[in-house]
Nanobody, 123 residues
Framework: QVQLVESGGGLVQAGGSLRLSCAAS????????MAWFRQAPGKEREFVAV????????SYADSVKGRLTISRDGARPTVYLQMNNLRPEDTAVYYC????????????????WGQGTQVTVSS
């Protein structure tokens, strides 16, 4: 079993920054990938960013490239999402997720999820 706890959401003005954190615990002592997804009201959950076990590979949705950065601290282990130049359309609940093995880009590939953290960007 793997447990994920997110933190760092909040209210910010357009152009501002936030940093989300996701602390993982449990049976995580082998190759895995972690990702961030988000879900806005009335919309489906969508992929935001993913990072592999070593942190040497990451990938982003086109809508966030150049503004959001995913990273991980293997010693803890914790995944971060640095969010810069935020836009109102980034408003959503952000979810951290975990899977064994290679990276995935679809929510159905991830068996473990955090509780979600609200990010609200005002115009």
């Amino acid at each position: 079993q793997v447990q994920l706890v997110e933190s760092g959401g909040g209210l910010v003005q357009a152009g501002g920054s936030l940093r989300l954190s996701c602390a993982a615990s449990g049976s995580i002592d082998r190759s895995n990938s972690m990702a961030w997804f988000r879900q806005a009201p009335g919309k489906e959950r969508e992929f935001v960013a993913v990072i592999n076990w070593s942190g040497g590979y990451s990938s982003y949705a086109d809508s966030v490239k150049g503004r959001l950065t995913i990273s991980r601290d293997g010693a803890r282990p914790t995944v971060y999402l640095q969010m810069n130049n935020l836009r109102p359309e980034d408003t959503a609940v952000y979810y951290c997720s975990f899977k064994w093995g290679a990276v995935g880009f679809h929510s159905y590939e991830y068996p473990y999820w955090g509780q979600g953290t609200q990010v609200t960007v005002s115009s």
